[in-house]
């Protein structure tokens, strides 16, 4: 039976923003850096860097 995995880190290509996924609270989280929070720009319309190149297989 194939394993399926899911990405784990996803950083908009627009505003920098970078999220991690919380397994705990089965929801994405946006990482921290020195106390601040990456959250990049708060209106922005984020554009996810998983596409069609992510291999949800793993090799």
Not at 15 to 28: A, H, L
Not at 30 to 56: A, Y
């Amino acid at each position: 039976m194939a394993e399926i995995v899911t990405p784990r880190t996803r950083e908009c290509e627009r505003c920098g923003r970078v999220d991690e996924w919380d397994p705990e609270r089965r929801s994405w989280r946006i990482v921290t850096e020195d106390d601040t929070k990456q959250s990049g720009d708060p209106h922005c319309l984020h554009e996810w860097d998983i596409n069609g190149t992510f291999n949800p297989l793993p090799e």
